[in-house]
C-alpha cells in the first residue's frame, strides 16, 4: 500500500521549471531568453531549478556519448554548468534588478557625463557562445535627473548581459533601464563586443566585432551633442 502511495506522489510530482512556466502564463507574460523572470520564482525553487538543471545536462552528456562516470574530467560537469548557467551566465534572468540608490540632482547638473568602458559579458542567444565586449553610456541630466553613483552602472550593465541575448537588443533593454532610473533629457548607449558564435564556428572569424548605438532623447534630435559623445569615447583607446 506504501510502495502505490509514492508512485502515486512520483507521478504527481510537477518539475519546477513547469510550476513557474504555468505562472508566467498565467500571468500572460512572456519568458523569452533575454526577459527577467524572478518575479515568477518563489523562494527555495531556484534551487529545486538547478537540481533540475543538473539531471537535464546530464542526459545532454549522455547523448554526446560522454562517459560522466569513470572520466574524472566530467564527472561533476552536469553540476558546474547548471551551477554557471543559474547563478552567473544567466543570473539576470533569475535575480531581480539590482538595488540603486538614486540621488536629486541638486546642483543642477546638465552637461555631458561619460560612463565607460565597462566591460561585459553575455552570450548569444542563438548558440550560447560568449559575448565579450565594452559598454559606453552617456547621460545629459537636467534639474529633475535621478543620480546614481559609478558603480551602479556597471551593476545594472551586469544584470540586463547577464542573460542569453542578442547585442542589439541587449543596449535596448539597458538604455530603457537607463532612462527609467536616471530620466535625463538625453541617453546614449554604445556596445563593441566579440561575438564567440564567429570566432569558435560557422566562418571562424576572430577579428570581426560589432558595435552599435541607441541614442534617446536629445543625443537623437541634437547632432552635435552626438558627435562630441561618439568623439569622446573614441572607441580605439
Not at 504555468?22 to 525553487?45: L, T
Not at 547523448?63 to 572520466?71: G, H, K, N, R, Y
Not at 555631458?112 to 545629459?140: D, E, K, N, Q, Y
Not at 538625453?186 to 577579428?207: I, P, T, Y
Amino acid at each position: 500500500m506504501a510502495d502505490s502511495a509514492n508512485s502515486t506522489q512520483a507521478t504527481r510530482y510537477t518539475p519546477v521549471s513547469t510550476q513557474i512556466r504555468d505562472r508566467i502564463r498565467k500571468a500572460q507574460q512572456r519568458f523569452h531568453a533575454n526577459d527577467n523572470i524572478s518575479a515568477f520564482i518563489e523562494p527555495g525553487e531556484l534551487d529545486a531549478l538547478l537540481d533540475e538543471v543538473e539531471e537535464k545536462m546530464k542526459a545532454v552528456l549522455e547523448s554526446l556519448v560522454i562517459d560522466t562516470e569513470s572520466d574524472h574530467n566530467t564527472q561533476d560537469t552536469a553540476r558546474r554548468v547548471a551551477k554557471m548557467y543559474l547563478n552567473e551566465v544567466f543570473r539576470g534572468r533569475y535575480v531581480p534588478v539590482p538595488s540603486v540608490t538614486e540621488f536629486p540632482n541638486a546642483e543642477h547638473l546638465n552637461e555631458l557625463m561619460i560612463i565607460g568602458p565597462i566591460t561585459v559579458r553575455s552570450a548569444c542567444s542563438h548558440h550560447f557562445c560568449p559575448i565579450l565586449g565594452r559598454l559606453w553610456i552617456g547621460i545629459m541630466p537636467n534639474e529633475h535627473s535621478n543620480l546614481i553613483g559609478l558603480s551602479k552602472y556597471s551593476r545594472l550593465a551586469e544584470w540586463i548581459m547577464s542573460r542569453p541575448q542578442i547585442q542589439e537588443e541587449a543596449i535596448t533593454q539597458m538604455a530603457n533601464l537607463l532612462m527609467d532610473k536616471v530620466s535625463p533629457d538625453g541617453l546614449a548607449v554604445v556596445m563593441e563586443a566579440d561575438h564567440f558564435c564567429m570566432h569558435w564556428r560557422g566562418v571562424k572569424d576572430s577579428n570581426t566585432k560589432m558595435i552599435n548605438s541607441v541614442m534617446r532623447g536629445t543625443f537623437l534630435t541634437d547632432a552635435s551633442q552626438r558627435r562630441e559623445f561618439l568623439s569622446l569615447i573614441n572607441l580605439h583607446k
